[in-house]
Antibody, heavy 121, light 110 residues
Framework: EVQLLESGGGLVQPGGSLRLSCAAS????????MSWVRQAPGKGLEWVSA????????FYADSVKGRFIISRDSSKDTLNLQMNSLRVEDTAVYYC??????????????WGQGTTVTVSS | QSALTQPASVSGSPGQSITISCTGT?????????VSWYQQHPGKAPKLIVY???NRPSGVSNRFSGSKSGNTASLTISGLQAEDEADYYC??????????FGGGTKLTVL
């Protein structure tokens, strides 16, 4: 069964850091691009970041550029998101999502259950 | 990276058809055939229902169909069913090699 399982969410103060992870199983991880998508409470989906299948290319939304770093470890089939200089507006459920191909352009066909990040003092 | 424009809500009766629009620019929707649509039920993760403008993943009902004209993409749901009541989001690849979502549309089945 194709599955994504996020972890690492929690409560952090503004200006703090948090590292999210997403464990992939049931598919050849290194063949697919991966993305992070977030959803603030009661709001819509917001694309955050993507990484190509072998990690050579990374992409970020303007809202997180320079603060978040996406990475992947194909030896562990894991996707990561290092979040620094966190702001209150980063509060959201963060989803890990698998792309349909080696780039993030053509839709995300598998999603994790999400992990909640709360930034508050 | 401005969000794509969707109507906030649409409604229809069981058996009817509805269409949700998704308007972008020539730098996203109009420039690429990489529009996707997602269905999200409350408290659940999104589900891909259309990719590459008009293609359906395996297992998705053929009651869902997508199209595009210029900078506007559309999702049509025919033969509305109670379980179709959900939030729907469009997304598009952009000229900046990023992805942008629409604001979402809440579908109510009357």
């Amino acid at each position: 069964e194709v599955q994504l399982l996020e972890s690492g969410g929690g409560l952090v103060q503004p200006g703090g850091s948090l590292r999210l992870s997403c464990a992939a199983s049931g598919f050849t991880f290194s063949s697919y691009a991966m993305s992070w998508v977030r959803q603030a409470p009661g709001k819509g989906l917001e694309w955050v970041s993507a990484i190509s299948n072998i990690g050579g290319s990374t992409f970020y939304a303007d809202s997180v550029k320079g603060r978040f770093i996406i990475s992947r470890d194909s030896s562990k089939d894991t996707l990561n998101l290092q979040m620094n200089s966190l702001r209150v507006e980063d509060t959201a459920v963060y989803y890990c999502a698998k792309a349909r191909g080696d780039r993030s352009s053509r839709g995300m066909d598998v999603w994790g259950q999400g992990t909640t990040v709360t930034v508050s003092s | 990276q401005s969000a794509l424009t969707q109507p906030a809500s649409v409604s229809g009766s069981p058996g009817q058809s509805i269409t949700i629009s998704c308007t972008g620019t020539s730098s996203d929707v109009g420039g690429y055939n990489y529009v996707s649509w997602y269905q999200q039920h409350p408290g659940k993760a999104p589900k891909l229902i259309v990719y590459d403008v008009s293609n359906r993943p395996s297992g998705v009902s053929n009651r869902f169909s997508g199209s595009k004209s210029g900078n506007t993409a559309s999702l049509t749901i025919s033969g509305l069913q109670a379980e179709d009541e959900a939030d729907y989001y469009c997304s598009s690849y952009t000229s900046s090699s990023t992805v942008v979502f629409g604001g979402g549309t809440k579908l109510t089945v009357l």
